[in-house]
């Protein structure tokens, strides 16, 4: 586990899927335990694939391959590249295993750096094979609520700047996009609700005005804003067990997942970001907790 510290935050991050895992400011952890009773995870990077494929599936080259949810580097070590008293950048590479379902040559850079209240989660993906790579990216981190004594998961709610409702697409049961259809509203921009009470297993929005929301308590002064401008794509999520869960999944995405109304190559999704040898392509989100 490699620990990082500023003075401000202090933060843990797994080489195990190079997962941030802990996050303390003024002593508060503010990223989610992994309790797996309810979710086992904290904040996992989705790579080369996000979300759910129909048939577990999608098309290269005229052949359909078979391929896990979110990718696989959640489930690999990463090595260290650099490392400081604040900042930390992990490698991962293809292998045989990851050829079996992506075969393209790649490596993903991963850099994490703490600025005074922040940290920044830097992607940087290059291009090693021969021919043209599409890849997806995301994040899936899951900040902590009910922070303060007396708060309960319905006291935290997600602000959206400039916005009075909501159009998410639609999910059918086995979690594959629908088109958009309806919309939440919001309460003085406040998303109150969570995907179940909507419906959804994930809330998942695309064309917002502002790249930035909030994560707040309405009875403390403890908030998280999430800025993912280089991520056209937003999923929101806490695991459906019944139970408050305590913790809210803010995920930037660069494509969105496998829908009914796209094709089956990746290259068929909106969002899709294509790499031609040798390029590589930098996709960066920040936290900063109050």
Known sequence: MITLENGIL?????????????????????????????????????????????????????????????????????????????????????????????????????????????????????????????FELGGHDAYRTTLMPGEVMGDYAIAFEGLDHLEPYGMDENGVLEEQKGFIQLENGLLTKLPEDVGLDTIVLGDLPVRRVTLLSRKSARKVTVEFDDFPYLGIWTAQKGVTTNYICIEPWSTLPDGHFMGRRLTDKPGIVVLKPGESKTLTFRSAFE
Not at 79 to 96: K, L, Y
């Open 10 to 134: 202090t933060a843990k991050v797994n080489p195990w899927g190079a997962e941030l895992t802990s996050l303390k400011l003024d002593g508060i952890e503010r990223i989610w335990e992994g309790d797996p009773a309810i979710w086992g995870r904290h904040a996992p990077t989705l790579f080369p694939l996000i979300g759910r494929l129909i048939n577990q599936q999608y098309e290269l080259d005229g052949e359909m391959i078979s391929a896990p949810m979110h990718g696989f580097c959640r489930e690999r070590e990463f090595e260290i590249v650099t490392q400081s008293a604040d900042s930390v950048t992990f490698r991962t590479r293809n292998s045989a295993d990851s050829l079996a379902v992506y075969p393209f040559r790649f490596t993903l850079d991963i850099t994490f750096t703490l600025e005074e209240n922040s940290i920044s989660k830097r992607h940087t993906v290059t291009n090693h094979s021969a021919q043209p790579m599409p």
